[in-house]
């Protein structure tokens, strides 16, 4: 068995066309706001989940993943228990510790971490194999159904967990198993004779093994993630060549009615043009084929991934960035059908848009993407956790009548409040993973090139070419525009700082070491690059404008017709009963409406929240039937008070909106 | 085996507090709407059924009906195929062919039903049992899944067909078959010891029963109606008990998701105050709890299918008399919640609806139950059925985007084109025997009263207590609300006839014999009452004026705010794309909006078109991304064409809207 040797600098030190993201371990995020988030996620939500993932929750349903592996490991005995993908659970949770111990070394954790590497690594099998279901329940089933038995999918996960826990520790035994693991696949996956050409049904492994060889600089690692994006959608399908194998026909919901598209197979992926299936897979799909794209410098394939990206933010996405207009399938539907109700926007596949939005900005640096990811990234990935950490949102919807959630079935998906945890338990440990690496969104960077993305007050070590730069960034983001960027070169030289001018800004100001900064030379990607000498203390001061502002959808989208939606910087607004009252539909927005902001510093943790005169429709004065041809709807003048949409449901369970109606 | 001797003239003959309705065979339609309809009827409707029953239609589902009784019958050998509930398919056509003999006596269809009889009667069990799924499948299960099995279901259409053949040609045969099936379940099911108290999961038997004792006089029919009615919802619930007797617990969706309140089952029916449940299930029990308070004159039961008659039609029923709001358990959801493109809106829940508003209509000769009868006939009864007789509606959509219906799942089971037949074919005999029967629901009398509720050009034959009145109808409804009636007399004699002024209705003017008769009289009913001497010749000029008429729903609608749909007279009005392009959602209607009608002779059989000035938005006008704050909506003058919500999808498939947004 050969054990690589990893390098955490490879990352940046070889050769490589594109920009490189820096990693998250490099940035101290010491804000209210993301600041707060980690603290959560490292005080609570990984405590927690730890006990959830050893099903000690009570009230939440068991996970069952600790015992599986235990049972795997041979230390206990029973049945394996949970879904298909139970391992994927763990596997992120100890990304999600991984990146904590990188900015928070805590030996107890990191204790209970090793523990669970030398659980994970008695459950793999001699050949490097690694499932616990499959070791446990079907041993002679291994890799015979990958469309919906989720090996490739769970293997993916541990894969991104080892690199993520080796950059933090150093530590080789949980990327020696993934190593093994990674080389089994190989072994038995790709277009050489005796091996299987199969590919995942739910996708992840690919852009899990573009980490393992960025880590590791093996090659075959690469060509692996290659094969699984190439090999993906050809006829003959190896889907229904696998069915035939396992000798039957399988009756399998999403196949009946989506067919090949709910996996994102209907097609070979570069002809592929919308974003279709389970909306999961379908980013997890792009943001792997984005990541093969970037290490082949394959042009075709990134104008694959742009066509995709394409349609997804200008056809099938929610104003809150959230993706998934259907439940059944928990899947994209189609161009501008986005229904605010029976939405599914599920917070998984926010997470997974985050990710294809931060590989697109490897080969572009536009604003097209880290717009997006911004968007995204504030509401509904926040939307996803509660306050206190213990709560997630599977389904992030843009209305809520709980009413109608409770009796009618078309909605009955829709939750009113967050759960504690689910029998499918995605979502939690990937907002986790997601908010303790947020760091590692915010900057790119190549040759003498820095690009900030995010505004998060932080303090960051860039490393270029021949330099390393400190930048700190002060600032009170999302709630006030205002970012004092201190650049703290090792040595005085010049390169260039670009900053992001984010297009919901229409007036934007700069001004370095106190002298005003022309944004003539903005470019239309929305960046703005200060090419220049940088020496110690030179100061940016950036002020982006938030005003309130009233945003439209596009006429085809049918549901919001005749409605808006209230912005304010990154952050989308909603209503909420808790608020306002119920019946939220009554409230109309007029041309006299006046939007004013104020931060309230006890309300929600601190939030700027938002009031505005509208009128309400008075359902009491209504003087007929159900119907009536006499009957005049009236309203009275009210007040009503907008807060962060990722604020919802933090208090009593209610009615919501986010797109309001205006006369 | 005892056999009754049928009297047909029990039913107005026998002493009886409340008003009967005049049979149809006592009524010839003569006009070009429903007269159309019961020619489609008779000559494509119900021999196309026939050769769907016998599963010889080419591109629709088989039926497998005819092929069970044949297998029940030792005429065949075979499996039982289709619902536990197919045999009722077979009923509800025996039924229309029965309404159909009444009026148009067919020698040849009348030998293929006798024939029909033949088999039936041979398929009954010795002791009176007769239901194919289980003679045939399951012998041993007789009787032990009331809840989900639909024997009693299948028994009522059998005596409701029995019934309808019987008064139309003095057959026995089949009546005899259904009373001894009658007995055998009187002597099954009761609250005398050794019996089981159960009551069926699907109404239906409750009201065939009344109609089997109306005919019969049998008392002893009365009481088993009844004692399902009394029954139902009492703790220990017999569902729960039959299903531990079975030992298990059934793993039943609906039952998981609505408990007992998907067959009307959580409370005894006297304490029920919303609708709940399968919709068809729900109108069809309300309608036999009417029957059993008419007939025995429970005043407290006629009260709690008032209080539920009202709930539906003030807080569940769609503006096109529709009821069901939703697609899992084709139920009622909860007050107001009328969602219009996932609605479900079922035509046998409509027909259902007609059943429950013509017993009402018995207890009080009042506009609110007739007006709904109208309304729900007119509109969605004729929507389930094609013009060409041959394709069906199960569900009534209010809005349909095609796209949707086909991408989306929570659409899914809306159609845009009725089908040809459906395995579960409930809705096709059902319109049939509606329509074959609709002259029953025009007159009702008592004494010396005689009371219209509809208007339609047809001459009939009521009997009075010591009188026979011949009344013609001359009219266009309704395409015109001017009515000509013709009052003839056997003899000259005072009585009295009341007239239903619709709601809808603002301007109505009658004159007797040329001279103006006020209005002032009306009742609040809603019926004005001309009691006079009558004479031959007496003639009633009726001028119901029928202006277009925008109509608003109650602001709890949610789906409905800001918007209008548009009537004339008892009819609904829809845009279709086939006038108006796709796109419907881009319709504003404003102030000026100005609406002309027009009499179209040659459009669709001849329908009264409407026309009218509105805006439509301009999506191409749009220049903004998929949100935007800066992009107008713009919108152009442009001109609509609607026409009868019944006759939509008639022509090429496309959108389709009832509700239009309004400025």
């Known amino acids: 068995m050969k054990t690589t040797t990893p390098s955490s600098d490879f990352q940046i030190t070889h050769d490589y066309k594109h920009v490189r993201f820096i990693p998250h371990d490099k940035i101290r995020i010491s804000d209210s706001f993301f600041g707060k988030y980690q603290d959560l996620i490292n005080d609570v939500v990984i405590p927690y989940q730890w006990e959830a993932l050893n099903d000690r929750v009570e009230g939440a349903e068991p996970s069952y993943a600790i015992k599986n592996f235990r049972i795997a490991a041979g230390l206990e005995q029973g049945e394996f228990k949970g879904f298909v993908f139970q391992d994927s659970d763990l596997s ?13 070394p805590d030996p107890e954790l990191k204790k209970t971490a090793d523990q669970l590497i030398d659980l994970i690594s008695k459950a793999q099998q001699p050949d490097g194999y690694l499932n616990t279901h499959f070791t446990v329940k079907e041993p002679d089933k291994k890799w015979t159904n990958l469309r919906d038995c989720h090996e490739l999918y769970c293997a993916g996960h541990l894969i991104e967990a080892a690199v993520a826990y080796h950059n933090a520790t150093g530590d080789t035994k949980i990327l020696d198993v993934v190593c093994r693991l990674a080389d089994h696949i190989d072994s038995t996956f790709g277009d050489e004779p005796g091996k299987k050409r199969g590919y995942p049904g739910h996708e992840e492994i690919e852009l899990a093994l573009i980490k393992l060889y960025r880590l590791t600089g093996e090659q075959r690692y690469l060509d692996l993630g290659k094969f699984f994006i190439d090999e993906r959608g050809k006829k003959p399908l190896y889907f229904e060549l696998e069915a035939e194998a396992r000798g039957k026909v399988d009756h399998f919901r999403m196949w009946d009615h989506m067919g090949a598209s709910y996996f994102q197979s209907h097609l070979p992926v570069r002809e592929q043009a919308k974003a ?45 960035g959230a993706i998934g207009s259907m439940e059944f399938g928990e899947a994209f539907s189609f161009d501008y059908d986005l229904p605010n109700d029976t939405v599914y926007a599920e917070t998984c596949a926010a997470i997974g848009l985050v990710f294809f939005a931060q590989r697109m900005l490897q080969w572009e640096t536009d604003r097209a993407y880290s717009d997006v990811l911004e968007l995204v990234l504030y509401n509904t990935v926040l ?43 995605c979502c939690p440990p990937n907002i986790a993973r997601l908010l303790m690496s947020v760091g590692s969104y915010m900057y790119s960077a190549k040759d003498n090139n820095i690009n900030i993305h995010l505004y998060v ?3 960051s070590v860039i490393e270029l070419k021949d330099n ?84 439209k959808a596009h006429p085809n989208v049918r549901e919001n017709i005749g409605k808006v939606a209230i912005k304010r910087g990154p952050l989308v607004y909603c209503a909420e009963a808790a608020d306002n009252g119920k019946d939220l539909h009554t409230i109309i927005l ?74």
Request: glycine share 6%.
């Open 92 to 104: 992120k949770w100890l990304e999600a510790v991984g990146y904590s111990l990188s900015i928070n």
């Open 276 to 320: 279709v299936g389970h909306a999961v897979r379908a980013v997890y799909l792009y943001s792997g084929m984005a990541d093969v794209a970037l290490e082949t410098d394959d042009r075709e394939l990134f104008e694959a991934c742009k066509t995709l990206w394409n349609n997804i933010t200008s056809r099938q996405m929610y104003v809150t």
């Open 383 to 425: 939307s996803g956790i509660s306050l206190d950490g213990k709560r997630f949102f599977y389904v992030n919807p843009l209305e809520v009548w709980p009413e109608a959630c409770d009796k009618n079935k078309t909605r009955s998906h829709v939750k009113v409040s967050r759960q504690p945890w689910f029998g499918c338990a």
């Open 457 to 459: 007050n932080s303090q």
């Open 468 to 551: 390393a730069v400190t930048i700190s960034q002060s600032t009170d983001y999302p709630w006030d525009g205002n970012i004092t960027i201190e650049v703290n070169p090792e040595h005085e030289a010049r390169f260039a700082i670009s900053l992001r001018i984010p297009e919901w800004c229409k007036n934007a100001q700069i001004a370095i070491n106190g002298e005003s900064y022309g944004l003539e030379q903005m470019h239309k990607s929305g960046y703005i690059k200060i090419e220049r000498k940088w020496k110690n203390g030179d100061t940016i001061l950036l002020n982006l404008d938030m005003p309130i502002m009233r945003v």
């Open 590 to 663: 007029t041309k006299e409406s006046v939007f004013e902001d104020c931060f309230e510093k006890d309300f929600l943790g601190g939030a700027c929240v938002i009031t505005s005169n509208v009128k309400r429709i008075d359902s009491k004065g209504w003087t007929g039937d159900l119907y009536s041809t006499d009957a005049k709807i009236t309203s009275n003048p009210a007040t009503i008070k907008l807060i962060p949409y990722y604020l919802w449901a933090n208090r009593e369970p209610g009615e919501m909106i986010v797109w309001m109606r205006e006369e």
